[in-house]
């Protein structure tokens, strides 16, 4: 008996169309891969935190968008060869140390193109080593000889020119290395969303649209869950003793808003199966990219929560992360709805409930810095309100006149 039939360490990697069976569960090695995005979106909270201007917005931005495109990108080659080796455990290793330099130079880098800081160096060389060691992982679907087609050797070809693109942005000189590491980011792209010239036009590019989800619904548990960790981190840092009941509650508040906001995700999209055909993989992917996005700003914005009484205006920063990240989240939320099939959770938060929740967002977005921040809580939850518990009441009340009927 062959030595891969005993021990999964000896398996090489296979497609799973070239299976006879494939389960979708996300395997412990890329559970564990994404644990260790933890520190980094703590980290870029924490930066987006610390600047509060468009440019140190924008910056935040790019860092995150950077971020969630290597993970997803991962997350794509996982979904297409099931890989359980020593090979490919220790690509994992080192992948997982690229993202922990990565986000060790968040805080040094600096939100101007002209000196982006020290920290873009290195974060651009860990990036550019992640995308070389993903290279590495398709080239040895060719190597193994378990791809017969050139989907392992066009997307081997791609992640090694594009990883040795970003190691030279991590040595060219201020705006230069910015520039080239942007366009390095957009090229990545492109190999998506042009599905007659790229990679979306091979057969074989079928991901496991079922471990696909699944691996959105964990990194979405961990986005959502840093929102509890940076509340929790600031009242413990203000002193949870040296504050007043108002705050207490406020805090109370902030964590109710993250718990109900991951049920709007698990009730109307997290999970569910997507509909056939390419657009519907671009709706998906972006959404969750945008869906995380406002995840963090929410996150930022409820951090301020600690800091104000019920009659002191919200603080306009963090009020201002706070409004656009919900109405963001809630467009995400309708465009992965979009991409998935209907669910019965659909009839009642349709596309109609999800826009009037955005506009009482931006409403609340207009309006709050002219209030006290009790009333600017009040109808920032509004919006919420009127997607979960309201829905889940006419849901009840309709389903139960049907049972009847």
């Given amino acids: 008996m062959a030595l891969a039939d005993k021990n999964p360490l000896w398996r090489p990697p296979?497609?799973?169309?070239?299976?006879?069976?494939?389960?979708?569960?996300?395997?412990?090695?890329?559970?564990?891969?994404?644990?260790?995005?933890?520190?980094?979106?703590?980290?870029?909270?924490?930066?987006?935190s610390h600047h509060h201007d468009i440019a140190g917005f924008i910056a935040f931005v790019m860092l995150f968008v950077a971020m969630w495109l290597a993970w997803g990108e991962s997350s794509v080659y996982n979904s297409l060869y099931v890989s359980t080796d020593w090979f490919?455990?220790?690509?994992?290793?080192?992948?997982?140390?690229?993202?922990?330099?990565?986000a060790a130079s968040i805080p040094s880098i600096e939100p101007s193109l002209s000196d982006p800081g020290k920290g873009f160096s290195y974060f651009a060389a860990a990036y550019g080593m992640n995308r070389l060691i993903l290279g590495l992982m398709y080239f040895r679907t060719v190597k193994s000889k378990v791809e017969h087609t050139s989907l392992g050797h066009e997307q081997a070809l791609r992640f090694f020119l594009l990883g040795i693109l970003f190691l030279i942005a991590a040595f060219l000189p201020g705006s230069t290395g910015v520039i080239v590491f942007i366009a390095g980011v957009v090229i990545t792209q492109l190999f998506y969303f042009i599905p007659n010239l790229t990679i979306m036009r091979l057969e074989?590019?079928?991901?496991r649209m079922g471990h696909f989800t699944e691996r959105f619904a964990l990194l979405l548990l961990i986005v959502n869950g840093e929102g509890f960790f940076k509340l929790v981190v600031t009242l413990s840092e203000k002193g949870i003793y040296k504050v007043g009941p108002e705050v207490l509650f406020n805090v109370a508040f902030g964590g109710l808003a993250v718990f109900a906001l991951t049920w709007i995700y698990f009730d109307f999209v997290g999970n569910y199966k997507i509909r056939k055909g390419n657009r519907y993989l671009y709706m998906i992917w972006s959404g969750h990219m945008l869906l995380m996005l406002a995840a963090v700003m929410i996150g930022v914005a409820l951090a301020g929560e600690v800091y104000v009484g019920f009659m002191d205006p919200f603080p306009v920063y963090y009020g201002t992360l706070g409004c656009l990240g919900l109405a963001l989240y809630l467009f995400s939320i309708f465009i992965i709805q979009c991409s998935v099939e209907p669910q019965v959770a659909h009839r009642f938060a349709n596309p109609k409930v999800l826009f009037s929740a955005i506009g009482l967002s931006l409403l609340c977005f207009a309006t709050f810095r002219y209030m006290p921040s009790i009333f600017g809580n009040l109808l920032w939850a509004s919006a919420i309100i009127l997607v979960l518990p309201i829905q889940i009441f006419r849901a009840y009340v309709v389903l139960s006149r049907e049972e009847r009927s």
């Fill in 14 to 48: 296979k497609h799973h169309q070239d299976l006879p069976k494939s389960h979708d569960h996300v395997h412990w090695m890329e559970l564990f891969y994404d644990l260790i995005h933890v520190v980094m979106i703590f980290l870029l909270g924490n930066y987006l």
């Fill in 204 to 207: 074989r590019f079928v991901p």
């Fill in 88 to 102: 490919y455990r220790l690509c994992t290793a080192f992948q997982t140390l690229s993202v922990m330099f990565m």
